[in-house]
């Protein structure tokens, strides 16, 4: 069974944003304010690996890079599509994101339509 999605934003409104649409499509979305709490809640023992993450790169406690890289770093979440948010839309931005693992990169504002598309594309149709 997939787990949820998780979005990774300090950002409240883009966070209730991104998970509302989410669930209106029929995904489960679980949001954390950095990368520090997802992991720890990744790590725990009764959590179920994510379907996708959405992931601010401008974090608090740790950026988006290093979430990513820590992420990736792990055989258990290495498969894990990583969608990057963000405002940053250089060149070097995403190739770094890319680097670091990100399966996407999406400037922000984002609209409703991408975060289904994304959804879609990533985990496939919810199973209602």
Same mark, same amino acid.
């Given at each position: +069974?997939? =787990?949820?999605? !998780?979005? #990774?934003?300090?950002?409240?409104?883009?966070?209730?944003?991104?998970?509302?649409?989410?669930?209106?499509?029929?995904?489960?979305?679980?949001? /954390?304010?950095d990368? !520090?709490?997802?992991?720890?809640?990744?790590?725990?023992?009764?959590?179920?690996?994510?379907?996708l #993450? /959405?992931?601010? #790169?401008?974090?608090?406690?740790?950026n988006? %890079?290093?979430?990513?890289? %820590?992420?990736?770093?792990?055989?258990?979440f290495?498969?894990?599509?990583?969608? +990057? !948010?963000?405002?940053?839309? =250089?060149?070097?931005?995403?190739?770094?994101?890319?680097?670091?693992?990100?399966?996407? %990169?999406?400037?922000?504002?984002?609209?409703?339509?991408?975060?289904?598309? !994304?959804?879609?594309?990533y985990?496939?149709?919810?199973?209602?």
């Open positions: +069974m997939l =787990g949820p999605i !998780l979005i #990774i934003d300090d950002s409240p409104l883009t966070r209730k944003i991104v998970e509302v649409a989410l669930q209106r499509e029929g995904y489960h979305g679980m949001s /954390f304010p990368g !520090l709490a997802a992991i720890r809640w990744l790590l725990q023992e009764t959590a179920s690996i994510a379907a #993450i /959405f992931l601010d #790169i401008r974090l608090p406690k740790l988006g %890079y290093q979430v990513a890289r %820590y992420l990736k770093g792990k055989p258990r290495a498969a894990v599509p990583i969608v +990057m !948010l963000t405002r940053l839309d =250089g060149v070097v931005d995403r190739v770094r994101a890319g680097y670091r693992g990100a399966s996407h %990169y999406v400037t922000k504002p984002l609209t409703i339509e991408t975060i289904k598309v !994304l959804a879609q594309q985990v496939g149709m919810p199973i209602c």
